[in-house]
């Protein structure tokens, strides 16, 4: 995905660039205490969401869990994908948001759309969640509907698509995936759609609220 605006390039802002910090952190302090061999020492097994009836739910699980990453595959392997994109995603929409409404309120956005994502996925989950996603959905929201004509290239589509209509396509994604889910699906799409709705919810009330035209 490439942003495509006036000013292709922003200064990071302070919440954002802490925010990047704190993931990036848990991440690495992740792939180091997930490698023991004892599942009671994995840092994941102690910071994700675990779903609500599985005996092992705690009610800070549903902060700690937007903060922690994917760390291994199934193979062994270190996975990058998941906090490199959600890492991208936070810098792109979360630069400009904080800009428009300030650090306090950009936190409190993107933490209310991290928590909404997190209450519908330990309801519907069957499985440990981690990710950043949720909340990066409710920006990606936020985005849509202060800056709808901002262009991007989204690969592999040959042309820029307006900030519009890409949260509409990522919308079908994400409910197409949860309503017919594959068998190796791993993806928290109703959490990604709750960050959604939650985002889209609390922009429009700001914004009558402020009575104020965002362009």
Not at 109 to 114: I, K, P
């Amino acid at each position: 995905m490439a942003y495509n605006s006036g000013n292709s390039y922003q200064r990071i802002t302070p919440i954002v660039l802490n925010l990047i910090i704190i993931n990036v952190l848990v991440w690495l302090a992740q792939v180091v205490m997930d490698k023991s061999d004892s599942y009671s020492f994995w840092l994941t097994s102690k910071i994700g969401l675990f779903p609500l009836d599985s005996g092992e739910f705690k009610p800070y699980q549903l902060v700690t869990y937007m903060f922690a990453h994917s760390s291994y595959s199934i193979t062994g392997n270190v996975v990058f994908f998941h906090i490199l994109f959600n890492m991208y995603a936070l810098w792109m929409f979360g630069t400009a948001l904080e800009r428009v409404w300030g650090p306090k309120r950009f936190l409190i956005f993107y933490l209310a759309c991290g928590l909404a994502a997190g209450i519908t996925q330990m309801f519907v989950a069957d499985s440990i969640t981690v990710g950043a996603s949720g909340a990066v959905m409710g920006l990606l929201a936020g985005f849509a509907y202060l800056f709808p004509n901002t262009e991007f290239f989204l690969f592999p589509v040959p042309f820029p698509i307006k900030a519009k209509f890409m949260v509409g396509i990522y919308a079908a994604i994400d409910l197409f995936g949860g309503l017919h889910p594959g068998k190796a699906d791993n993806v928290a799409h109703y959490a990604h759609l709750s960050g959604l709705v939650m985002g889209f919810i609390i922009v429009i009330i700001w914004n009558k609220t402020n009575k104020k035209t965002f362009y």
